[in-house]
């Protein structure tokens, strides 16, 4: 079974930029997550998707945003990009519910010049 | 609110002694544990969880956890460490009172195994 994959790997941006990240989930899995990873903040949670529908949000402004697909597939975008954006996201997949466990990509490092 | 910490950033520890990297919890309700192990420039593995049922837990790679409901801690452990088991740790709780997937993270340990 492929695991979870996201593209790109690595991305430079300059401030100002969008930018869309992109998660493949384990197939058969609808839940979608995002999380953001910084030396700073730790691993912060973004956003899940469930069923093409944004199940929770977490403190993030609203510069970021996300969406999902009919096939489970999930994009994140980042408007407007700040230094501070610079991080590794990393995108969880699950099947949703409470008691099985998350699944993750190796994650997207973007760096924001 | 849910949230866990860990309170060392560094663990050393010499090959084939036994590794314990700490955890404790706070949470409403009862608690969804899980640890995940990250390698330089990689995502993160799952290694165990702690839903309910039997207070150790053992997962991958030869670890296991021991949840703790007086002491609200979930330690993990190995019995004999080995020199690729060098890595960050992360335990998470999931947040039940918001959704499924959302998890809270502590601030990760680094192991060291010492050869």
């Known amino acids: 079974k492929a695991g979870v994959t996201q593209t790109p790997r690595y991305l430079i941006k300059t401030r100002g930029q969008q930018v869309t990240l992109s998660c493949s989930p384990i197939?058969?899995?609808?839940?979608v997550s995002w999380y953001q990873q910084t030396p700073g903040q730790g691993l912060q949670f973004l956003f899940e998707?469930?069923?093409?529908?944004?199940?929770n949000k977490g403190n993030f402004p609203g510069r970021f945003s996300g969406r999902q697909f009919s096939n489970s597939r999930s994009e994140m975008n980042v408007s407007t990009l700040e230094l501070g954006d610079s991080a590794l996201y990393l995108c969880a997949s699950g099947q949703g519910d409470l008691n099985t466990e998350a699944f993750f990509g190796q994650g997207t490092r973007l760096t924001v010049v | 609110a849910q949230s866990v910490a860990q309170p060392e950033d560094q663990v050393n520890v010499a090959e084939g002694n036994p590794l314990t990297v700490k955890c404790t919890y706070s949470v409403s309700g009862n608690p969804y544990l899980f640890w995940y192990v990250q390698y330089p420039n990689r995502g993160l593995q799952f290694l165990l969880k702690y839903i309910t049922g039997d207070n150790l837990v053992k997962g991958s790679y030869g670890f296991e956890a021991e949840f703790n409901k007086s002491q609200t801690s979930f330690h993990l452990k190995k019995p004999s460490a080995l020199v690729s088991d060098s890595a960050l740790y992360f335990c998470a709780v999931r947040d039940i009172m918001t959704g499924a997937n959302n998890l809270f993270f502590g601030t990760g340990t680094r192991l060291t195994v010492i050869p």
């Open positions: 998707y469930f069923s093409e529908t944004q199940r």
């Open positions: 197939s058969g899995h609808r839940s």
